[in-house]
């Protein structure tokens, strides 16, 4: 196909965005990040299918300023899976039992509108030195 | 399917894939598949990082984790360990040499600091042999604000205003030559690429085209546009094979997008680019030899003017631009030449690559805005002099420049500043050396190099270089008088000033510039007089009297 029009150019671009959207090169905004804890096991209560989640939410709003990164293990093992979400200026807050119905709801109220879901918060009860 | 969570970026520039990249990414793609995570990660071969030193490099996004030094072995660690546990890889990050302290980001190492990239925006960062991902980041944008929305001369006005100078070693203002070009009445007209690099230790070109090549087609269509002509060509030399390659795939996809080829967006604008291999001679790298072999003749430049703008390929005004210069061309029209001209200095606008090499930490790729000084370059980003040793010179602009010592190090490097100081930008190599390194010995490597590239046309070139490197092979043998390097000084600023072009114009720099600032090491071989304090010229004149 030939591109005709700047118009036609930058529909392509926005087909192509989600093969580049993941890399930020150098040039590094404030982003959100989504720490999901990936140790054995997180792994085995099922971390994986809620990170690919997370992706996919995000995804389908559009959001692009969210990292999702995966993590290894950060002690709450009797609460996995847990999700850290760390929106600059904030506190980290995390999140556990998680299950992939829940992610909607997180990306929703946490990530969209920024309310934090109460009942799916642990505490941390611990500091990093 | 899950979409896409992580990319695996792997470099597969010149100098990583000589130190198997090429595996590593194969064994990651293998053990990706084995693991069942093929849908969630994508490999990604990108051009050269510039972290040459510490290759062969992996990024992972959006992680944003640096791994250095990755083997084919260990491939499996970061399958295992990042991608299905999200456990950095502590072994493969990289430790900044003095504090041995572990950086895993890109951005916190001291290396990547200091730099600001536009040339290499997208060096590493993107799949050269993918021109959608070159899209998804604002590629061709540029060529059709251009086409679409300005004349020919807010072009040029908008490169003049940018300040951009030839990013060769000239430095003329790139703006001025579009313009020349664009004046002349002549129905046919040429845009060339002059991607001869010649220069020992330099390869930033080279890693402009292996790693982004789609900016620089699209900068050769703007000026195509600018100056009036619908043909390009791109003069490589045969020893890139891999930039050769990738620019053919970029050009297939370029056509076949109709970004390159006839009535581009629409427009009646046609313009198409072909390649010319040269056979890598030093000499071609000078414009009118470029368009004498494109022309099928001896790589011999002619006397200027005419001006290649003027007359250029077969006789046609010819616009001939180096790579880098181009690869500033797409961010400078779509950010505004206002932009470009508030980076680096009054004089000398926007950044410029190095590449650093010798006797130094870190040897890379490096963009830094003008202005910066040479100590922040060697000291900071480069990481200082390996093993301890004491910095003794860097020699900047390859075989055409001079060296520079310690007191001038916190000089803001510009073109006319390092002019200034005797030597030149050049194309931007950057050899440092150290206190083993004997000066004598490095101004006679360069001239037996230029020695060699003289293309034979004129007699200061062919002949003088020869003397003047057998004069320096007599001093470092031991044999030499003070006669002799009399000589040898009257001889380099004959070379310089009678020579038809600027490969044997400069030359001499390297060893007037040693003789300037290391005078005492050329004494120390000189046997038959008692080390003069000064410039040995009167006690020479004297002994020679005395022999009479």
């Known amino acids: ?129 | 399917m899950a979409k896409e969570r992580t990319n695996i970026l792997v470099c597969a520039g010149t100098g990583c894939l000589a130190s198997e990249s090429e595996k590593v990414a194969k064994n990651l793609e293998l053990i990706v598949r084995a693991r069942g995570y093929s849908d969630e990660v994508k490999i990604v071969k990108t051009g050269c990082f510039g972290f040459c030193e510490q290759g062969p490099i992996v990024k992972i996004e959006p992680d944003n984790i640096f791994y250095v030094r990755v083997g084919p072995k260990d491939a499996k660690d970061i399958v295992d360990e990042q991608i299905v546990k999200g456990r950095k890889v502590e072994r493969l990050l990289f430790k900044e040499s003095e504090k041995d302290k572990v950086v895993d980001k890109h951005e916190e190492m001291s290396f990547y600091k200091k730099q600001l990239r536009i040339a290499l925006k997208n060096c590493g960062l993107i799949n050269p042999e993918d021109i959608y991902e070159y899209i998804a980041l604002g590629g061709y944008e540029a060529l059709g604000k251009v086409l679409i929305s300005m004349t020919r001369n807010e072009v040029i006005n908008e490169v003049k205003e940018s300040g951009l100078r030839g990013r060769g070693g000239g430095g003329f203002p790139t703006g001025l030559k579009w313009g020349i070009t664009k004046e002349q009445d002549s129905e046919v007209k040429f845009m060339v690429c002059n991607a001869d690099e010649g220069d020992p230790g330099a390869f930033m070109d080279r890693s402009i085209l292996e790693g982004d090549p789609h900016s620089v087609l699209e900068a050769m269509a703007i000026g195509g546009y600018a100056i009036g002509a619908d043909k390009g060509l791109i003069y490589i030399r045969a020893e890139y094979p891999l930039a050769i390659a990738r620019l053919n795939i970029a050009l297939k996809q370029a056509r076949e997008l109709g970004l390159l080829g006839e009535n581009i967006f629409g427009t009646d604008f046609s313009f198409d680019i072909d390649i010319k291999l040269g056979a890598g001679a030093f000499v071609c790298g000078e414009e009118t030899a470029l368009l004498n072999s494109c022309e099928g003749q001896r790589g011999e430049p002619n006397f200027k003017p005419p001006f290649p703008a003027e007359e250029g390929y077969w006789g046609h005004p010819t616009c001939v631009n180096n790579v880098e210069t181009l690869a500033n061309i797409p961010a400078i029209i779509n950010r505004g030449g206002k932009w470009f001209s508030s980076i680096g200095t009054e004089k000398s606008s926007g950044t410029k690559v190095f590449a650093l090499a010798g006797k130094v930490n870190n040897v890379g790729l490096v963009e830094v805005p003008m202005g910066i000084t040479l100590r922040e370059i060697i000291f900071d980003i480069g990481g200082g002099i390996p093993n301890g040793k004491k910095f003794k010179a860097v020699q900047t602009g390859g075989p055409s420049g001079g060296v520079i010592t310690e007191k001038d190090l916190d000089t803001p490097i510009d073109y006319d500043s390092l002019i200034a100081k005797g030597s030149m930008m050049g194309s931007g190599g950057m050899i440092v050396m150290d206190e083993d390194d004997n000066m004598v010995n490095i101004a006679k490597f360069y001239l037996e190099f230029t020695m060699d590239e003289a293309c034979g046309k004129c007699g200061p070139g062919r002949i003088g270089t020869i003397r003047i490197y057998e004069l320096l092979k007599k001093i470092t043998s031991g044999n030499a008088t003070m006669a002799d390097l009399d000589a040898i000084k009257q001889l380099c600023y004959m070379v310089k000033d009678s020579s038809l072009c600027g490969l044997c114009q400069t030359a001499p720099n390297p060893v007037i510039s040693t003789m300037k600032h290391f005078w005492n090491e050329y004494l120390d071989f000189i046997k038959d007089v008692d080390h003069p304090q000064g410039e040995g010229k009167y006690a020479a004149k004297n002994k020679i009297q005395k022999q009479a």
């Open chain 1, 1 to 129: 196909m030939k591109i005709k029009s700047l118009e036609e150019l930058k529909k392509i671009r926005e087909e192509s965005m989600g093969g580049v959207n993941l890399r930020h090169g150098e040039a590094r905004g404030e982003s959100i990040e989504i720490l999901v804890g990936m140790g054995t096991c997180g792994i085995s209560a099922g971390a994986r299918g809620i990170l690919n989640r997370f992706v996919d939410e995000l995804a389908k709003k559009k959001i692009d300023n969210v990292r999702v990164i995966p993590v290894g293990c950060i002690g709450y093992c009797h609460s996995e899976p847990t999700v850290q979400i760390n929106i600059p200026g904030q506190e980290p807050v995390l999140y556990g039992n998680i299950t992939e119905d829940k992610v909607k709801d997180i990306v929703e109220s946490h990530i969209h509108k920024g309310v934090v879901i109460q009942n799916l918060k642990i505490d941390i009860r611990h500091t990093r030195g």
